[in-house]
């Protein structure tokens, strides 16, 4: 059986950049939130359920999903994220299983925002948290998606506190350091990736 790694952290805790540095190394990135696009582009039965749930307003004027409009609906109202939960997390998790058993690098990183609420954990063997504070969290949001600091807070009140995510954690990647460390530290779990992963094979 492939080694899963379910990497994950709070919202804008900079899980991509972690991603792509281990993709660089030779692990098989399997990014959940680019098979949630997958299962939502236009003429797809994913979309047009996710339509029938919250409107055509969460839709732009070319018929694309407006994610943002959407995750907003979402952070405001717990009810919505459920509902939209049950639209698309069986259609991503056929898509990983299958990503997964084709894999044929050492191991797999499955990322995964919201890995330990909504019981993603299950399908992993080790979780590796990326970690940063709160306030840094806020201040990227604000940037990356032009959020006000009020509706930045409510996307982090939406998962789980920080504590209770590094309280499931094997491994926890500190992403207040400089990158050149970030990147140090990734390829010592690298390492250790590989020898666990050839650990399951002899």
Known sequence: MTLVIGLTGGIASGKTTVARAFDALGADVVDTDEIAREVVEPGSEGLKRVV?????????????????????????????????????HPR????????????????VVLV???????GWDRLVDRVLVVDVDEDDQIARLQV???STADEARAALAAQTDRASRLSRADDILDNRAS????????????????????????
């Open 144 to 146: 990356r998606d032009g």
């Open 112 to 118: 995964v925002p919201l890995l330990v609420e909504s």
């Open 52 to 88: 029938d749930a919250f409107g055509e307003e969460v839709l732009d004027d070319s018929g694309t999903l407006d994610r943002t409009a959407l995750r907003r609906r979402i952070f405001a109202d717990p009810d919505a994220r459920e509902r939209l939960e049950a639209i698309l």
């Open 179 to 202: 990158a050149d460390t970030l990147h140090e530290r990734v390829r010592e779990l690298h390492q250790r990736y590989l020898h666990l992963a050839r650990d399951r094979t002899d």
């Open 92 to 107: 991503i998790e056929t898509r990983v299983h299958s990503r997964i058993a084709e894999s044929r690098r050492p191991y």
